[in-house]
């Protein structure tokens, strides 16, 4: 199923983040895609995947993706179909989630459950979900962002520890 996906949307033989949100100014997509645009030239197989629906901040996200040349890298598919999203989820390579508010984090549940990293905003409810089976960052530390990612793409070792603890901790 993932290999099928990642042919159909252009994903293969790439790796990818996943953000599955829907675009609300809090979700902090911009955030995500300045420390994404500071990575993609250092790591040329990646790719950023956004899903959800489009919320107020639609139009922000858009331009910003333009803005920043990013066109070809990230790709902004909107709502998909559950069996696409979970294919997605399981052939990411982490997920990314700097919002800056979630009443519990859902989405971060959903990626530790399937054994995907986690690099989360350390934020309201985000750490005590994520407890330490994943990365930490303050929202808006874009510096931060860069570092925590680059160390979760670079280093396969970190990768089956954040795997391993996801699933261990979505269990408890």
Known sequence: AVRRVATRLRLEGRRWLLYPVI???HKNHHTLLAAFARLAPDHPDLDLVLTGGEG??????VADIAARGLDGRVHRLGRVPRADLDALLVGATAVPFPSRYEGFGNGVLEAM???VPVVAASALALPEVVGDAGLLVAPDDVDGWVAALTRVLDDEALRG???REGRRRAAD
């Open 161 to 163: 520890t954040l795997s």
């Open 56 to 61: 107020p901040a639609e139009r922000d996200v």
């Open 23 to 25: 675009t609300y100014a």
């Open 113 to 115: 459950a399937r054994g």
